[in-house]
């Protein structure tokens, strides 16, 4: 019987670790928002975004995403950062970081993984 009340207790625990986890995330950005995110980053980015040799796509998908984790003011903009990411990575077929990054947007923002 205690070993169920324990079982019991630590899925509460993780329930309500998992509801606080949701209320620390931000919401998906606007279309608008995305729309002045993507302007913002093509012109940043534009020189690196037009290669097509993959081990420099590898190595732009890795800023683009390191980038997106230290940007903390403008949530379009790293949401959109990540998404480009995640394509180059998709593109190239390197499937652990495409989902290093779809683990970090379904950590940040409230969005499914079965979304990404």
């Known amino acids: 019987?205690?070993?169920?009340?324990?079982?019991v207790a630590q899925a509460g625990?993780?329930?309500a670790n998992l509801q606080s986890d949701q209320d620390n995330k931000y919401p998906v950005p606007k279309s608008a928002e995305l729309r002045v995110a993507v302007k913002t980053i093509k012109e940043?980015?534009?020189?690196?975004?037009a290669?097509?040799?993959?081990?420099?796509?590898?190595?732009?998908?890795?800023?683009?995403?390191?980038d997106a984790i230290g940007t903390k003011n403008d949530i379009a903009v790293k949401y959109?950062?990540?998404l480009?990411?995640?394509?180059?990575y998709v593109d190239l077929v390197n499937v652990i970081e495409?989902?290093?990054?779809?683990?970090?947007l379904n950590k940040d923002f409230d969005v499914?993984?079965?979304?990404?």
């Open 1 to 7: 019987m205690i070993h169920l009340l324990l079982i």
């Open 13 to 15: 625990l993780a329930n």
């Open 44 to 49: 940043l980015y534009k020189d690196s975004l």
């Open 51 to 66: 290669t097509r040799d993959e081990y420099m796509l590898n190595k732009i998908a890795e800023t683009l995403f390191k």
């Open 80 to 82: 959109q950062l990540m």
């Open 84 to 88: 480009y990411a995640r394509d180059i």
């Open 98 to 104: 495409f989902n290093t990054v779809c683990k970090q």
């Open 112 to 116: 499914a993984l079965n979304e990404l």
